[in-house]
């Protein structure tokens, strides 16, 4: 896992971010997703889901009731007019994670949070914002095609193209023998 700051911002987490000491990938963004980040004058679009898939995969939710989390908590500095603090996080999904259960498809929530804790301004609002939001990801195993079927066009076509080719050797061995 991988947390990337940018503006008045520090981040700490409640456990080791790489308790194992892997390697962080070199991957750049790609362009559509800078793309992605850069545009601010379309509004999100969400894609409402279907409720059989939604109902399909609701006793395989997995979130901090059901597994240990980790979380992250930063502290946003004063920020002047048009300064923003972004925090971007990247990671991995261990297959062995998973492993410890059945092979069975899971929803990966995820749950983002933000509160103001202080304002500087003398006169306080009544009400500080916040806000929460969770989201889904859909953990789907693949297992790949390992039946290596041949089609039965193929092998009786293998097979009229071998009696083919006996054929022809027999009747090329029997006219060399007649002619002996």
Known sequence: MEIQTDGPISCRTNTSLNPHSLQISSLQDTPEL?????????PPHRHKRSVNTAESYSSKILNCSNISCLRIMCMVGRLNRGQSAVVKIRSR?????FLQRRNDPYILNSTVSFMVISVPYRIQPSTLPQHRT???TFVLWGTPDVSFAVPLWVIILAILLGLLVLAMLTLAMWKVHKWK
């Open 93 to 97: 999904l261990w297959a062995h994670t």
């Open 34 to 42: 800078l793309g992605f980040l850069r545009n601010s004058s379309d």
């Open 134 to 136: 969770s989201m889904g």
